[in-house]
């Protein structure tokens, strides 16, 4: 039991650390993208669309990658807490008066590390960042979208 406890353990590990892998390097591809169009002294039309094109396409790359690996790692943790309950039971002797819940999950138990700003997980953070991410490139791809946007709010604001 110990050995399968240990293994769930790494693999979980494991693709906590792809999906910050996966979230870096994204990152800085996305800023480095925008950095050069920023920099583009010509503001080519021609290569800031392509760049934009290739940042959305990047995003959603970027944003199936990130809940993929989510739903790995809530895999992992759903058969480690499975895993807990009869591993920790021959550790731990729990009187029948106790809870076994209380002792579940106890690795990750208590991490405030988990949580942005103590209420967003942290594993939203790759998600809302590909899709703000992919925000900029549309609205750069598509600048007339931000003026259409900023007259409908104007719109329903002052009526």
């Known amino acids: 039991m ?5 293994i769930l353990l790494t693999e979980r590990e494991n693709d906590s650390k792809r999906y910050w892998a996966i979230f870096n390097l994204m990152n800085i591809i996305n800023a480095g993208l925008l950095a050069v169009i ?15 094109c290739f940042g959305m396409i ?16 809530r895999s992992w943790e759903r058969k480690i807490r499975y895993i807990e309950t009869w591993y920790l ?6 009187s029948e008066s106790k809870s ?7 690795i990750f138990k208590d991490r405030k590390s988990d ?8 594993r939203s953070v790759g998600p809302i960042v590909s899709v703000l991410f992919g925000v900029v490139w ?5 600048p007339g979208l931000l003026k259409l946007i900023s007259t409908i709010l104007s719109h329903f604001i002052h009526h």
Do not use: H
């Not at 949580?115 to 942290?122: D, Y």
């Not at 549309?138 to 598509?142: D, G, M, N, P, Y």
């Open 115 to 122: 949580f942005l700003w103590g209420i967003i997980p942290t």
């Open 89 to 94: 039971k021959e550790i731990i002797p729990t």
């Open 2 to 6: 110990e050995e399968l406890y240990k």
């Open 138 to 142: 549309l609205l750069i791809r598509f």
């Open 58 to 73: 990047l995003c959603v790359v970027w944003l199936l990658a990130e809940l993929r690996m989510v739903g790995w790692i």
């Open 38 to 52: 920023a920099t583009e002294k010509s503001q080519n039309l021609y290569y800031r669309d392509l760049a934009a």
């Open 100 to 106: 076994l819940y209380d002792l579940r999950f106890r």
